[in-house]
């Protein structure tokens, strides 16, 4: 068993055209050829991990987002209406207008009102009801990777905002 062992571990020599005896062993396109497909596997990986990385934070985000929408319903049970464009989602953390029916804070932290890239959902009041707005991997608002939810669900960013209850008046989800 030893000697088949090292039999099978013997360099294999071989005669070339000119006679000359060679050790058997990898061409030089040979290791191109595999390092080449190594480089695309590793491009291939690579490249997977960091769009999951994108997907996660972007369902972070929308997560995020509904859990927003959950605290302004509530804080719309409790005030009798939702905050204004004006008052923003702080009035989820301190009283906007001194309301004796405010149950807040809704939130104590700062991060609880931001996308996963920390970045701070804007806040608007529309005529169809509470819209939210994420800026997105690259943070600047009014590109095309923001992230826009109405009412709790994910709608296209750059749908135009129907005015009317901005103001602070009643709108329902």
């Not at 071989?14 to 000359?20: A, D, I, L």
């Not at 005896?21 to 695309?40: D, N, P, Q, Y």
């Not at 302004?72 to 923003?88: H, I, K, N, W």
């Not at 989820?92 to 804070?105: D, I, Q, V």
Request: aromatic fraction near 6%; hydrophobic fraction near 40%; avoid cysteine.
């Amino acid at each position: 068993m030893i000697n088949a062992l090292r039999s099978r571990l013997a360099r294999v020599r071989y005669s070339t055209p000119q006679g000359v005896s060679a050790e058997a062993g990898f061409t030089l396109l040979e290791i191109i050829i595999v390092l080449g497909i190594l480089g695309t596997l590793m491009a291939v990986l690579i490249g997977g991990i960091g769009s999951g990385g994108t997907k996660a934070k972007r369902k972070e985000t929308a997560v995020k987002a509904a859990n927003i929408q959950a605290k302004l319903l509530q804080y719309q049970s409790d005030v009798g209406r939702f905050p204004s464009t004006a008052e923003g989602l702080q009035a989820l953390m301190t009283n906007p207008g001194g309301s004796a029916k405010w149950g807040g804070p809704y939130f104590t932290a700062e991060d609880d009102i931001k996308d996963a890239w920390n970045n701070p959902f804007e806040y608007e009041l529309t005529a169809k009801g509470n819209k939210l707005v994420s800026a997105g991997p690259d943070s600047q608002a009014g590109t095309e990777d923001d992230f826009s939810f109405l009412n709790g669900r994910e709608t296209e960013a750059a749908e135009p905002a129907a005015g009317g209850a901005a103001a602070g008046g009643q709108a329902n989800p």
